[in-house]
């Protein structure tokens, strides 16, 4: 799928994390909008937990894996925390008239000490051959190891963009991009390519209330992708336009992700 492109929606564009379950209708809405103006193409969104899946998962150590009885509750409400998202998410593109569909990771995914080991891409290739854009999302899924754990949606669109060879991965996010720092003018300064020997050298401010390992593991995964050939980008899918631009291969504010 060489003309694929995979768009994750951070949770923190999607909703406002400081408010449990709130949904930032509007910015999916325009989000959207913009993309229904380069359809049709081939297109995979993922998009994160913020206030709806990361704090019933940090209140009860699902990423930790199984460990008491207490746990199974937690796991069950973020899988419903989540699919009610979804439905938000699904139900807002599908206004923008983009032709979205949900797709589970709770039911497709499996995983293996925290590490995607099986993935059923037939839901996604059956909604894609018909003109649908299957809408994923990070999840508590079962894992081998651990009985079940938390799935990043960074991590699942990174595997996604992998396995099918996308041609682009956008991380779509609350900041332009990636930052470093100036010790001299004590300035923070916008990264415009990141390879991995820059990324090494970062030193990440912590996310608050973010299970899945912020900005940090974020690089990571688009390191991972980019070695495989994927065109990576990290952009602020608040400001309009930027998503649509860098889907057209036109150039934006923002970070890109590649080896050298």
Partial sequence: MGKLTVLKLGGSII????????????????????LK???????????????????IAEAYKIKKGYQRAEQLKGFIET???????????????????LPAIGIPPSCTVITKDGDIETCNFDPIFSAMEIGLVPVMYGDAVFDRKLKFTILSGDALASYIARRLKAKQLIFAVDVDGVY????????????????????????????????????????????????????????????PGRIEAVIKGQKVIGTRVKMT
């Avoid at 899988?79 to 206004?95: G, P, Y």
């Fill in 79 to 97: 899988v419903n925390a989540m699919r009610r998202l979804n439905d938000l998410v699904v139900s807002t593109l599908n206004d923008a008239n």
């Fill in 180 to 239: 470093g720092f100036d010790r001299e003018t004590s300035q923070r300064f916008l990264i415009e390519e990141l390879t991995e020997k820059i990324h090494m050298n970062i030193k990440y401010e912590p996310t608050e209330g973010d299970v899945t390992g912020g900005m940090f593991y974020k690089v990571e995964e688009a390191l991972a992708a980019a070695r495989c050939g994927v065109d990576v980008y990290i952009i602020n899918g608040l400001i």
């Fill in 15 to 34: 909703t406002n994390k400081k408010e449990p379950f709130s949904f930032n209708r509007d910015v999916v809405l325009r989000i959207g909008n913009e």
């Fill in 37 to 55: 103006l380069s359809w049709p193409m081939p297109l995979i969104i993922i998009h994160g937990g913020g206030s709806f899946g990361h704090p």
